[in-house]
């Protein structure tokens, strides 16, 4: 089977999970859908995605459930039902472990969003690097604001590990990054200059990266379009930065820019 293919086959899926996001899915109805079994079709979405099927229906539903938090006056206990919580207990626990905050600070948020704390990280700082340089698709605009993060999987939630925030695609430098197995994640979003965000999220992503004490590892990355079977970015990330931010970078996050 073609890499084409098995990316089209992911990809019912994945509109399945968009599209009944209240249901409690099963992996078996995944599977069906994709038309594979479900060893092959955990294998596969795997090696798509960079995720597990469930980490991605989770992921969808974090963000959907911040789409409604922005856009609507329904309660956390009726956004919880519409992605798939029976219990809202469990659905805050969640939200608040994948997007930073919780669902009820969230929707307070609004436009100061950019001020929210994220605890700091339990990993000591090694002394070693991450540094590289960001470029832009040769065919978009990409206005910013740029979030470079480094999670455990191939998905922008919980803590991050380090991060950096650009005003536009540059070279990025991470420092005191913890020892580990890391992904570098990168999401913006493209629009024409002088006009407002058109919503086109763009991406990059490298890893895993074996960070070692004392050690500089360089990664270059190019923006492209984000495409369906991309993961989407569940941690609450900035509102766009003002003037002057040029490469604010950390990696010890007690305030990151959330």
Not at 90 to 109: D, H, K, L, Q
Not at 149 to 161: D, K, S, V
Request: glycine fraction near 8%; hydrophobic fraction near 40%; charged fraction near 20%.
């Amino acid at each position: 089977m073609s890499g084409r293919s098995i990316e089209y086959l992911v990809g019912l899926s994945i509109a399945q999970m968009r599209k009944q996001l209240h249901r409690q899915l099963t992996l078996e109805d995944l599977a069906r859908t994709a038309m594979l079994s479900r060893y092959h079709f955990c294998r596969t979405f795997r090696r798509v995605t960079g995720i597990s099927p469930t980490q991605f229906l989770s992921a969808l539903r974090m963000e959907e459930a911040k789409n409604l938090l922005e856009t609507t006056c329904l309660s956390v206990t009726e956004i919880s039902i519409q992605v798939g919580y029976s219990s809202m207990s469990t659905f805050c626990t969640r939200f608040a472990a994948s997007v930073g905050v919780s669902p009820t600070m969230y929707r307070r948020a609004g436009d100061a969003i950019s001020e929210l704390h994220l605890r700091p990280s339990p990993l000591p700082p090694s002394g070693a690097t991450v540094q590289g340089r960001l470029l832009s698709p040769a065919d978009e605009q990409v206005t910013g604001p740029v979030f470079i993060g480094l999670f455990p999987e191939r998905i922008a939630q919980g803590r991050p590990a380090g991060y950096a925030m650009l005003d536009q695609p540059d070279r990025f430098e991470l420092t005191q990054v913890p020892c580990g197995r890391w992904h570098l994640l990168v999401h913006t979003k493209a629009g024409e200059e002088g006009l407002p965000m058109d919503g086109h999220r763009m991406i990059a992503f490298a890893g895993p990266i074996i960070v070692r004490p004392a050690t500089a590892a360089t990664v270059d990355l190019r923006l492209r379009p984000a495409i369906p079977t991309d993961p989407p970015a569940v941690l609450a990330l900035p509102r766009p930065l003002g003037a002057g931010n040029r490469a604010a970078a950390t990696t010890r996050p007690d305030h990151v820019s959330v």
